[in-house]
């Protein structure tokens, strides 16, 4: 589309670029709005306003006729997409286990990433076929669904698990004691599963109730809505000096820059000799075989990373440790880094298009489904109570990046060539993975460092 957006609009593809980058820098900015108001006054409501500005930033783009108008519509798009990538794993925090939280998150993030890849496909062909406006219009015909959706679908997710229900009483059977002799004659679970299903035997509440007439409220009511905005305002802030928020702030924003690296290269390489594609089929080859390894990877990262941890679990006599994860991140740092060297020398040296794709693109993924959600879910074992904001510190990080990366790729890669701007992405993200092997060892003893912190207590 961005040749269609220079066209229209008589400038430059740096210029056009702006769009996504401004987009990517609001968006994470935005999260210190839309998270204390999450955590405030509940997710559904932050869901619904959310999806009512992006329904309005659709319908702006589709009308826009001047470059600063489309611009004003950017900015707007990224203040209502900021909860799609702060909620999402606040709500997974809410209503997942910790042995299921890493399969959950990878189908979050497959989900995310496959929806940011799988848009310029339909973009290049109907910028192609009927205009570029009118992908702006599915998109506000897909939003208002999804409107709907969440007003009918969607109950709220926040409540404290410190008040007990009205009248639940205690059965004489699961008192400590019976339960502890239970614990220790009960065999373990030995068909290689995570002991889900296990557990749920044992527990009668697993598994059964519905949302009740409060949670499909417009909002829910806080008590201590002004403190809880403040706080959660400053907490991202403060979580920056917790080593394990840094490292997975660091490995997420880089792992996903290897997408956006490709999304705001592939026009530049393939518009041009010797390759001379149309929109369409620029966004056809990169894309469908992207989206079609990333799509797969559901089964990998996350329950991957969820096996590799309950083994370790088993070897350390039932005690499971956040970091047990982090070696699951080995392979993909090797594929990460495979993906940069193809593509790197498939650009610079115009290499069959389909050596590129298949071998350097699709590798991007395969790892941006699985590193982020490794790290980001080994943050949030250390700091369940404020998921949300971890997510926004993340988030702000990894947007920050994303927008340096779109206000200077394209004039780097004019004048150096590719080679050098994806060496570097390249470096960094495998600088900011070994990281895990520190973390790995001495991950406790960060933890220990921060177990005083009033974080554990909200």
């Known amino acids: 589309m961005f040749g269609y957006l ?172 019976i339960l502890e002799i239970e614990h220790k004659e009960e065999p373990k679970p030995n068909d290689g599963s995570n002991g889900s299903e296990f557990n749920a035997d044992r527990d009668p509440c697993l598994g059964k109730g519905k949302p009740s007439r409060q949670q499909w409220k417009l909002f829910q009511p806080n008590a201590c809505t002004f403190r809880s905005v403040l706080y959660d305002v400053w907490i991202p802030w403060k979580l920056f000096t917790f080593p394990i928020v840094l490292f997975a702030s660091f490995v997420v924003s880089w792992s996903c820059s290897f997408i956006l690296i490709l999304n705001l290269t592939q026009t530049q390489v393939f518009s041009a000799p010797p390759y001379n594609m149309s929109s369409q089929n620029i966004g056809w080859l990169y894309e469908f075989l992207t989206f079609c390894w990333s799509f797969d990877r ?90 949300g904001s971890l997510f926004v510190a993340i988030t702000v990080n990894k947007n920050l990046w994303g927008y340096g990366m779109g206000k200077f790729i394209t004039p780097w890669t004019e004048a150096n060539g590719f080679i050098n701007a994806f060496m570097v992405n390249m470096a960094l993200t495998v600088a900011w993975c070994l990281f895990g092997v520190m973390f790995y060892f001495y991950g406790k003893t960060f933890r220990r460092w921060t177990k005083d912190s009033s974080v554990h207590k909200m």
């Open 298 to 387: 559901p089964r990998d990262g996350g329950p991957f990373s969820d096996w590799v941890s309950s083994r370790a679990t088993a070897r350390n006599n039932g005690i499971r440790e956040p970091e047990m994860r982090l070696p699951a991140m080995i392979p993909y740092v090797l594929i990460m880094a495979f993906g940069h060297i193809i593509t790197a020398i498939g650009y610079q040296y115009h290499w069959p298009w389909e050596v590129i794709v298949v071998l350097g693109y699709s590798t991007a993924g395969i790892q941006v489904a699985a590193l982020p959600s490794i790290s980001s879910t080994y943050a949030v074992d250390s700091y369940k109570p404020v998921a």
């Open 6 to 177: 220079m066209e229209d609009y008589n400038t430059s593809l740096t210029n056009v670029i702006q769009f996504t980058g401004v987009t990517i820098l609001v968006l994470g900015f935005s999260n210190f709005f839309w998270v204390p108001v999450s955590t405030a006054f509940g997710r559904r409501p932050v869901l619904i306003l959310s999806q009512i500005v992006c329904l309005a930033s659709h319908i702006w783009r589709a009308k826009a006729t001047t470059y600063n108008q489309f611009m004003g519509a950017a900015i707007v798009s990224g203040i209502g997409a900021g909860p799609g990538e702060t909620i999402q794993p606040s709500v997974i925090a809410d209503i997942f286990f910790l042995h299921d939280r890493g399969k959950w998150n990878t189908m979050y993030w497959v989900l995310y990433t496959g929806a940011l890849i799988v848009a310029p496909i339909i973009a290049g062909a109907m910028a192609d076929h009927t205009g570029w406006p009118s992908f702006w219009w599915l998109n506000a015909a897909m939003t208002a669904a999804s409107l709907i959706t969440i007003i009918l679908g969607f109950p709220e997710t926040m409540f404290s698990r410190d008040e007990s229900t009205e009248g639940q009483s205690i059965p004489p059977q699961t008192s400590p004691k």
